[in-house]
Every structure is written in C-alpha cells, then in structure tokens.
C-alpha cells in the first residue's frame, strides 16, 4: 500500500474520466491499494461576514460572522467498474448529516448507473451547488428552488442513468428519485400560514409516486463530460454549452387541504471565451414551476443571468474576477422577488480558496428593498 497527495476534481474523482467533474478541483488525500483501487479524504468550508440593512433587533443593520458550509469529501474505488462516495455538511445544530452517499456502476467509459442519494438531474446551478459558482455560494437560490428548498441540499434518493455521446459533447442524466422533500426549506410549514394550505405528510388523497428528472445539454466548444458540474470554468476552458431540464412527481405537492402534482422544467446557458488579457463568462438559466395551484409561492416563473471577466494577470496570491448577478422569481401569488449582486472573487487557487466580497440589492413586491454587504472565504483541502 502506498500513500500520495493528488488533485481530485470535486468529490466525484470517483467515476470515469468520461463521467467527471471538469478538472476545477479540490486537493485531497489519497491512499491507493492497487490499480483502480483508492479511497480519497478532503473537506471544505465556506465562511463569512455580512451586514444587513433593518435585520438588528432596534431595526438598525445587523452585522455577523458565519460558518455558511463545512463539508467532508469521501470517494473511493473498488475497481475500473465499481466506485462510490459519501460527502456530509453542517445541519444548523451544527451536527453532520449525509448529503451525498452513492455507488457507481461504470458499465462502460460513457455510461454509469448512479444510486443512492445524490443530486437528481436539474440545473446547472444545482448541480455545481454553492462551491462551484462564480460568486459567493449557491447565488441562484431565489430562482433555482429546488436546489435550495428541495430535498437534502439538492439531493435525493434515486437512481439514474448518466453518460455522454456524440463525442462527449451531449451529456444526458435520467433517473427516478423518492423526493419526499420539495419544499423541506421553503417556509411552507410556517405558523404564519394557515393550517390547510401547510406542507402535509399525512393527507390520505396523496399517492406516493416517484419523481422522475432528466438533464440534457450539448457543448459546441470545448467538452463538459462531467455530471456534478460547475457553475464557471474561471478561464480555464472555451465553453458554449447549452442544457434542458426537468423534473415531476404525481401528488408531489400536498398540503393539509388539497393535492396536486409537482412540475419543474428550464433551460441554461453558460458561454465562457479566453482573450488576451482573461476570460469573459456569461450564465442564463430559466425556470418554470408549478404546484396545481396547491403552494402558489413556489409556483411561477424564474430567471437568472449572470457576466463575468477574470483577468489573466495575478496580483499577489491570485487573480480578481468582477462579477454581476441578477435573478428574478415571479410567483402565482402576485409577490415577485428580485435580487442584484455586484460583487468581486478573488481566485486564489481555483475553487479550492477563493475570497468574495459583494454588495448585494434585494426587492420584494410589497416589501421595502434591502441591502447587504457580504465578504465570503471558500477553503477546499
């Protein structure tokens, strides 16, 4: 047995070179046993400190420091065709829970079956999630809901098939997921809503029928095989990548009154080129949702766009990348809830330390805008 230090790119070094993760990666520590055998250790962690406009108890701005994210990385091989991983994250008790645990089955270089919990097939935001993005964590979470508010950060309980054809160049992911938490973070179980139009577990007119979700995307530039993506390449690749996704589940949306099924569907963008003096980013997605008219909150149509230019050139450590975010969720409910990030990384070595600092403006239908200045540290080992 040998030990050795390496690169793995995300937590999902573990699948086939066809299969993972661009090579935006995390250091690690890896033991290896023999060919194709390996188990691999990392953590990461993201912390901040941010001042918000009215949000102190006499109404001023309020001013704090936080542990946003603190992870565990576990991946590991039993041979060229069967590999896993097991990732945790901070609940806000400040216990772990496990967000990621899966096998993969790797029939071919092009084609694995996943199971397990582990993201479902949706957008590009979720599936690079708040480590992989071009700002500070998950930026999309007003518009991409289900990452936010849906199952365990994200992930669920399923199985799918994911692979790649044509070249690499179109990525596809089908499975069919549990998903018995859709709305576990949206507030839909707050006092302040009525009893019957809460989030209901128990209401005996709901089937329990699986959710099913697929993702479909082409790159016309350079090649994106990997299934847990990211959000930005940083100037490291050419990228003109376009992606259709869905999801749905019958009776997915229940309260204590009435039931109804739950649909997710959308379509992103992201188009990266390298000039002379760094890397100009663009990122679109779009997003539509609907409850049968059971949550009207978290039913609507969503949008995000995001630029960028990371310069080339570093000063000190690394290299400065501005950025803006914008992100829009108009709801069936007539509350329409925008935000605009302006802000700036500071790429030190790629996702693995990163410093953010940004100015963020939020507005909500028949609420008063407010502000917020946020200085973020991103550390991956």
């Not at 990666?25 to 890896?30: F, M, N, V, W």
């Not at 400190?49 to 990385?73: C, K, M």
């Not at 990228?239 to 009154?257: L, M, P, Q």
Request: proline share 2%.
């Amino acid at each position: 047995m040998k030990m050795k230090l390496n690169s793995l790119t995300c937590a999902m070094a573990l699948a086939s070179s066809a299969l993972v993760v661009p090579s935006v990666s995390q250091a690690a520590g890896t033991i290896t046993f023999g060919e194709d055998q390996y188990v691999s250790v990392g953590f990461g962690m993201r912390g901040s400190y941010s001042t918000t406009e009215d949000s102190a108890n006499d109404g001023g701005r309020s001013n704090d420091f936080n542990l946003d994210s603190a992870r565990l990385y576990f991946s590991g091989s039993l041979n060229k065709y069967i590999k896993g991983m097991f990732n945790t994250e901070m609940n806000s008790d400040e216990s772990m829970k496990v967000i990621d645990a899966a096998g993969i089955f790797q029939l071919t270089p092009d084609l694995a079956i996943w199971a397990g919990r582990f993201l479902s097939p949706s957008s590009r935001a979720n599936m690079a999630g708040p480590y992989y993005t071009s700002g500070d964590g998950y930026w999309q979470n007003i518009a991409a809901r289900y990452g936010w508010n849906g199952g365990t950060i994200g992930r669920d309980e399923g199985v799918a098939v994911v692979g790649t054809t044509l070249d690499q160049r179109l990525a596809y992911s089908f499975g069919a997921f549990e998903a018995d938490k859709i709305f576990f973070f949206s507030g839909l179980d707050s006092t302040d809503i009525a009893a019957a139009d809460r989030i209901a577990t128990n209401n005996a007119d709901q089937s329990d029928e699986l959710m099913y979700a697929g993702r479909l995307q082409y790159s016309f530039w350079d090649k994106e095989p990997g299934y847990y993506g990211t959000g930005n390449y940083l100037g490291a690749k050419d990228i003109f990548t376009i992606g259709v996704f869905g999801r749905s589940k019958e009776d997915g949306s229940a309260s204590a009154s009435n039931v109804g099924d739950y649909s997710q569907y959308g379509a992103d963008l992201l188009i990266e080129k390298k000039l002379s003096t760094g890397a100009v980013s663009l990122e679109a997605a779009y997003y539509d949702y609907d409850t049968d008219d059971v949550f009207l909150s978290e039913q609507g149509e969503a949008y995000a766009v995001g630029l960028g230019y990371i310069f080339s050139e570093k000063v000190g450590w690394g290299q400065f990348m501005p950025f803006v975010h914008y992100q829009n969720f108009d709801a069936d409910n007539d509350i329409e809830t925008e935000r605009t990030d302006f802000g700036v990384n500071y790429i030190i070595d790629g996702y693995n330390a990163q410093i953010t600092a940004v100015y963020r403006n939020t507005e909500v239908t028949d609420d008063s805008d407010q502000d917020a200045f946020v200085i973020s540290t991103q550390l991956q080992f």
